[in-house]
């Protein structure tokens, strides 16, 4: 559904640069003044209700919890072919310990033992190597795209069978 709303004429001046604006501002050049209004022409949509936090922001804090989850998995993984009794001790403080938070969840575990500062600290070294190096930044661009058009047609396709049943002809 498409909306559209109407401002009056009033309320448009304010995107409009006013005639006597260098009288405002007469220290400073006409590209310093003009680039004031070049803001308003941005082209990117405004997202309302994100607080402090840009959507991208929000975003990358949600990648870095899953960095460190798949931190944690690499490590374990590591861990269960060479180092047994360390991958115990990793699984233990996991199955007492949530993942939700990255950070949280690196400072208590070195905070718990010399043995555990050592698991946090190569959980930390793996989670920026992963980040930095192994991550598929361009694939995750394009995965998610490709998710969200895939996800729209699939729901337009079946609101519009939906809501065009044509009854049987008798």
């Not at 990358?60 to 991958?87: C, D, G, M």
């Not at 400072?107 to 930095?132: F, N, Q, T, W």
């Not at 729209?152 to 939906?162: K, S």
């Amino acid at each position: 559904m498409e909306s559209c709303s109407i401002l009056p004429l009033s309320q448009l001046s304010v995107f409009l640069p006013k005639a006597n604006r260098s009288r405002d501002y007469p220290s400073r050049s006409w590209k310093q003044r003009t680039s004031r209004v070049a803001r308003f022409r941005c082209q990117k949509m405004y997202v309302p209700g994100f607080g402090e936090a840009s959507p991208e922001a929000k975003a990358a804090n949600n990648l870095h919890n899953f960095f460190t989850y798949v931190a944690v998995r690499i490590v374990a993984a590591q861990l269960e072919s060479y180092n047994p009794e360390a991958y115990e001790e990793l699984m233990e403080f996991l199955s007492r310990h949530s993942l939700n938070d990255g950070d949280k969840f690196c400072a208590d575990l070195m905070r718990e033992s010399p043995r555990h500062k050592g698991l946090a600290l190569r959980i930390l070294e793996v989670r920026s190597a992963y980040c930095k190096h192994d991550f598929e930044w361009d694939n995750l661009k394009r995965l998610a795209c490709k998710m969200v058009e895939e996800s729209n047609t699939g729901l337009m396709r079946d609101f519009v069978l939906e809501t065009s049943h044509v009854e049987g002809e008798n």
